[in-house]
């Protein structure tokens, strides 16, 4: 029999956090088949009755662009053709281990009317101004909790996860970046565009993270970068005590993480890691530090997001070839600065720019997916467990660990001019903060020199 879920169930639904297109709930209920799970909602624009992922047919060109995944071509709902992505697409790149493409259940337009009135007051006031649950909807994604260990053995042993956005591991140096923009091939895209989120005050101060550290497979860099992150989560970095959120930003992100939040999250870890006042915090980066390093799941990550070996600068040239359109991007240059080698890209084969857009969108979802890493105390001579485990020193504690990806979405063909004028403006931004700070540091020098005449 076929679970609906109706208005009596949405009480059993509690906020978790949210994206820009989905919100997560999680169940606090007693149903077995729905203990341990999560919820993906998706959601609409509050200015628009068009939902963000309105459930309709791919466009013609998205069927061209994922036809060797017939699954895919052959649904007609969008939201289904979004799961189906992840588990042809993404889980065979980075690994069945550590994918999870969940699974469909009906729910009625009252139980997502009931869920959009429960959770409004828990919801930062950003989201809320500018989407709601999509109610159009006439299914959800439920997922197995991965800041959970699953019900079994060792029920009674405290779970500590944290939820990572690594971004992009690397530094582009494709051929095809504008001499404009050359400054990408330097400076990493989550540093650039720190400075755009600082002025649209997405952020209230720069953060020190650098995901080359992340990526670079050194054991003290990538300690840097978990210190880096702790220190301004932003929405990049979040921690659940068992699967309740203990640290970070729900759907807007978070600010530096002052003295009173550093007091609060060591009381929180005593259940956990072992160690005096002031020394669970720094054990715990530690852990979390050495699981990324020691499972190495970030490599496989780093090569799924090196599929974009053209960046955007290239891959928007295959786009307008696809859709069949004059590239906008060519005729922007003019013909003095129109380049041989962007010419080049409007002369391959259809198949060949197909390839070229599909590689740029895959690696996109592997850039902006989360790294959800769950830990519970190993107790001592518990060798049957199935899970890795990695001893601490610092807290002379064993942990069983697993390692799983999520928010692994399947991009829209049409984002392709988005992602291209957003990368602009990034750049742009950054070469405006970089040139105000060294005329300030040109003024500071001319006045001391002043003074001291």
């Known amino acids: 029999m076929e679970v609906i879920l109706d208005k009596k169930d949405a009480g059993d639904w509690i906020y978790r956090g949210e994206g820009a297109a989905n919100l997560v709930l999680g169940y606090s209920g007693s149903t077995p088949s729905f203990t341990g799970k999560v919820m993906r909602l998706q959601k609409a624009p509050v200015n628009g009755s068009k939902s963000m992922n309105s459930p309709t047919a791919l466009t013609v060109h998205e069927r061209l662009l994922w036809k060797d995944t017939e699954d895919i071509v052959a649904t007609s709902n969008k939201e289904l053709a979004c799961q189906l992505f992840v588990k042809?697409?993404?889980?065979?790149?980075?690994?069945?281990?550590?994918?999870?493409?969940g699974m469909r259940v009906s729910a009625s337009k009252e139980f997502l009317e009931s869920v959009e009135k429960n959770i409004i007051s828990q919801r930062p006031a950003s989201r809320v101004d500018a989407a709601k649950v999509d109610t159009e909807c006439d299914s959800v994604l439920l997922m197995s909790d991965h800041s959970l260990f699953p019900r079994g053995t060792h029920e009674v042993e405290p779970?500590?996860?944290?939820?990572?956005?690594?971004?992009?591991?690397?530094?582009?140096?494709?051929?095809?970046?504008?001499?404009?923009?050359?400054?990408k091939r330097s400076i990493t895209r989550f540093q650039m565009h720190q400075a755009l989120k600082l002025h649209q005050g997405e952020v209230s101060e720069y953060s020190d993270y650098n995901p080359l550290d992340m990526f670079s497979g050194s054991k003290d860099r990538i300690h840097k970068a978990i210190r880096d992150l702790f220190s301004t989560p932003q929405n990049n970095f979040?921690?659940?005590?068992?699967?309740?959120?203990?640290?970070?930003?729900?759907?807007?992100g978070a600010d530096s993480t002052?003295?009173?939040?550093?007091?609060?999250?060591?009381?929180?870890?005593?259940?956990?890691?072992?160690?005096?006042?002031?020394?669970?915090?720094?054990?715990?980066?530690?852990?979390?530090?050495?699981?990324?390093?020691?499972?190495?799941?970030?490599?496989?990550?780093?090569?799924?997001?090196?599929?974009?070996?053209?960046?955007?600068?290239?891959?928007i040239h295959a786009y307008y070839d696809i859709v069949s359109e004059p590239c906008m991007v060519c005729r922007a240059f003019g013909k003095e600065k129109l380049s041989q080698k962007y010419?080049?890209?409007?002369?391959?084969?259809?198949?060949?720019?197909?390839?070229?857009?599909?590689?740029?969108?895959?690696?996109?979802?592997?850039?902006?997916?989360?790294?959800?890493?769950?830990?519970?105390?190993?107790?001592?001579?518990?060798?049957?467990?199935?899970?890795?485990?990695?001893?601490?020193?610092?807290?002379?504690?064993?942990f069983d660990y697993k390692?799983?990806?999520?928010?692994?979405?399947?991009?829209?063909?049409?984002?392709?001019?988005?992602?291209y004028e957003l990368d602009k403006k990034i750049v742009t931004y950054y070469n405006r903060m970089v040139e105000t700070e060294e005329r300030q540091k040109k003024n500071t020098s001319t006045m001391a020199l002043r003074t001291a005449n």
């Not at 990572?164 to 001499?179: Q, T």
């Not at 870890?269 to 020691?294: W, Y």
């Not at 890493?373 to 807290?395: A, C, H, M």
């Open 258 to 315: 002052n003295f009173v939040t550093r007091g609060k999250f060591e009381d929180a870890l005593k259940c956990v890691i072992q160690g005096g006042d002031g020394l669970r915090t720094m054990s715990f980066l530690q852990l979390v530090a050495e699981t990324v390093h020691n499972s190495g799941v970030l490599d496989q990550l780093l090569e799924v997001q090196k599929l974009d070996n053209l960046d955007i600068d290239g891959a």
């Open 403 to 419: 390692v799983n990806f999520i928010d692994l979405d399947l991009k829209q063909l049409k984002k392709m001019e988005e992602y």
């Open 238 to 252: 979040r921690v659940f005590l068992n699967g309740s959120q203990i640290f970070g930003g729900l759907g807007g």
């Open 343 to 398: 010419l080049s890209l409007h002369s391959i084969s259809l198949d060949e720019s197909l390839k070229i857009v599909k590689d740029f969108l895959i690696a996109a979802t592997a850039k902006d997916c989360s790294l959800m890493i769950s830990f519970r105390p190993r107790k001592d001579g518990n060798t049957g467990s199935p899970y890795n485990n990695l001893y601490l020193e610092s807290s002379n504690q064993f």
């Open 159 to 183: 779970c500590i996860s944290v939820e990572i956005k690594p971004k992009c591991g690397f530094l582009p140096s494709s051929k095809f970046i504008d001499e404009g923009n050359a400054i």
């Open 88 to 101: 042809h697409i993404m889980s065979p790149l980075l690994g069945s281990t550590y994918v999870d493409s």
